[in-house]
């Protein structure tokens, strides 16, 4: 019988066996930097999906600054004397808005939105572990 138990991270692995035959208990004390090595062993295969995966993370993470530059553009081109139109479209039915005062808080909602999705979006780019 094998137990192993980690209190702590940077305590030493420690396994434990028992002799059936005279109850003798048996300790076997690993150093960190050996379990750390044996946990970390990661084949090709898995890192090349795990590359494939942040490629993926990645092009979100440049599709979103995208967008957010190019609502900070439209944001910014808007002088308030031109009319404006938002349109929904689902299937066979749509939704038309043209007061300005609502396009411009759904604007501020959809920036607010943006600007979260990105902080998401970077964290999960820098933490990523291939």
Known sequence: MIVTKEKNASAPKMEASTNGKNGLVTVITKPLNEVIAEEKKVSAIDRIKKAEQFEILAKRHEVLTDKKSQLAKFIIADDGTQGCTIVF???????????????KELLTYAKV?????IDVSEAEVLSFVI
């Open 113 to 117: 939105k943006l600007d979260s999705l």
């Open 89 to 103: 479209k689902s299937g066979m039915k749509s939704f038309e808005i043209a007061n300005n005062g609502v396009i």
